[in-house]
């Protein structure tokens, strides 16, 4: 053991020293990016994948909960002929927006998609997502540490998660 | 062989507005062959764009993006020329990578 502790202090001096540096440079931007949250952060979020109910998922990628906003534009078609590719975008008008996610409520996992955005990136996407039956989809934005949302409801004819 | 990323960057001003379409089945791992037989799930988790060394857009994916994902989305900083990386990995460790041009 005393043979392999030897060599971390320094190691560990010289990320710090880096580290250091990396935030005198973070330190001129307008903002200093907040800690990543779940979704915000590099990692996979495995586990909020896998989540059947929206309001877990929800829980699992931000540890908190949205409310309703009209400056979340959620853009969805009435009736999707084709659950298996169905245009959905988003875009807001909220300031400082860190992520966006999607969520289909009765899918068999309602967390369909969530996309980081980093300083520089309006806070705007659109993707194509898979509904398994008519329900609600839902958009959330992180916005300055606090999550907003929009939900409209998708009719689907044929749905797209298979069954 | 040819890359699965398909990707188109206009540069507008300070905006530079990306479409991509990426080559995947994204299998939900819920849906039969013609035998009865699951198609085991295989689909993108991660996909990430880099531009001048930033990250500018990353996406983590669960299985209800459709076949053949399209995502779009702009961004600030960078102008025509510059160039743009993209990379994917799925769920079965799979992964592809490639750059484009901004036009």
Not at chain 2, 18 to 47: R, W
Request: aromatic share 6%.
């Amino acid at each position: 053991m005393t043979m392999t502790t030897g060599p971390h202090p320094t190691r560990r001096l010289i990320l710090q020293g880096a580290a250091g540096v990396a935030l005198l440079g973070l330190g001129n931007l307008p903002f200093g990016s907040q800690p990543a949250r779940a979704a915000a952060n590099d990692k996979y979020p495995e586990e909020a994948f896998k989540l059947k109910n929206e309001a877990d998922a929800i829980k699992a990628l931000y540890g908190k909960t949205a409310e309703p906003s009209d400056k979340v534009k959620l853009d969805a078609p009435e009736i999707a002929e084709n659950g298996g590719v169905v245009p959905i975008s988003v875009t807001t008008t909220l300031d400082k927006v860190t992520s966006i996610s999607l969520f289909v409520a009765e899918n068999p996992n309602a967390l369909a998609a969530s996309y980081r955005i980093p300083e520089g990136t309006l806070p705007s996407v659109a993707n194509r997502l898979k509904m398994a039956k008519t329900t609600n989809v839902t958009a959330i934005v992180e916005a300055d540490g606090k999550l907003y949302s929009a939900t409209k409801e998708v009719k689907v004819t044929v749905g797209g998660c298979g069954g | 062989m040819a890359s699965s990323i398909r990707v188109r960057a206009t540069a507008s001003g300070d905006i530079t507005e990306v479409q991509a379409l990426i080559q995947h089945p994204m299998d939900t791992g819920l849906v039969k062959d013609s035998k009865g037989e699951v198609i085991p799930a295989h689909y993108i988790q991660k996909l990430k764009f880099e531009c001048n060394g930033k990250d500018v857009f990353v996406a983590n994916w669960g299985t209800a993006v459709s076949k053949d994902p399209y995502v779009k989305f702009s961004f600030k900083g960078a102008k025509k020329g510059d160039e743009l990386k993209i990379s994917w990995t799925d769920n079965k460790g799979a992964s592809d990578t490639t750059t484009a041009k901004i036009a």
